[in-house]
């Protein structure tokens, strides 16, 4: 059974920065290209950035690039989100998603709450 | 940017009854399109890809049309579990991989 776990969510002030994990199991992370997506408060889906299978190309909405870097490690069959010069508008659940259909997300995790605010 | 926009915001459906929640993309995204169905407290949960195809353990009173610019996902005769926010998503020309705003069903 596929299952994702988000972790790393916290209260940080403005300028501050945060990682997010996602640890996967019930597959091997190698295989598949996984995502990033984000919900603000009361707001909708907003995909944030997508990793490819072997981690070689990575992939950002404009609003983060330059402050957030994608990574993985497939030994630890784990997928990261680094984030960094954070703004009060990064505040939102950020859920990681996997892509086994097309890019669709075909399954998600929980989600772990970044809150940016002094 | 390909642009997606659903419609209605909100749709009041009684149980039973059949609810047609419909979705644009700015431009044409061929048959690239999926559903999503969020509950509050829970993740979202894929419905539809591929504009037609229901996905795994999703059952047969959802269903998918569409393709190009102009889709539609119908639930047949909605029950409770049924009343959630569906959002579309388009995965024909990215990135940025784009969803829609969201339509809500709630109870009539």
């Known amino acids: 059974e596929v299952q994702l776990l988000e972790s790393g969510g916290d209260l940080v002030q403005p300028g501050g920065s945060l990682r997010l994990s996602c640890a996967a199991s019930?597959?091997?992370?190698?295989?598949?290209?996984m995502s990033w997506v984000r919900q603000a408060p009361g707001k909708g889906l907003e995909w944030v950035s997508l990793?490819?299978?072997?981690?070689?190309?990575?992939f950002y909405v404009d609003s983060v690039k330059g402050r957030f870097t994608v990574s993985r490690d497939n030994s630890k069959n784990t997928l990261y989100l680094h984030m960094n010069s954070l703004r009060a508008d990064d505040t939102a659940v950020y859920y990681c998603?996997?892509?086994?259909?097309?890019?669709?997300?075909?399954?998600w995790g929980q989600g772990t709450l970044v809150t940016v605010s002094s | 940017e390909i642009v997606m926009t659903q419609s209605p915001a909100t749709l009041s459906v009684s149980p039973g009854e059949r609810a047609t929640l419909s979705c644009r993309a700015s431009?044409?995204?061929?048959?690239?399109l999926a559903w999503y169905q969020e509950k509050p407290g829970q993740a979202p949960r894929l419905v539809i890809y591929?504009?037609?195809t229901r996905a795994t353990g999703i059952p047969a009173r959802f269903s998918g049309s569409g393709s190009g610019t102009e889709f539609t996902l119908t639930i047949s005769s909605l029950q409770s579990e049924d009343f959630a926010v569906y959002y579309c998503?388009?995965?024909?020309?990215?990135?940025?991989?784009?969803f829609g705003g969201g339509t809500k069903v709630e109870i009539k």
């Open positions: 998603a996997i892509h086994r259909v097309y890019y669709c997300f075909d399954h």
């Open positions: 019930g597959f091997n992370l190698i295989n598949y290209a």
């Open positions: 990793s490819s299978g072997g981690g070689d190309s990575t």
């Open positions: 431009q044409s995204v061929s048959s690239n």
């Open positions: 591929g504009a037609s």
């Open positions: 998503q388009q995965y024909s020309n990215w990135p940025p991989l784009t």
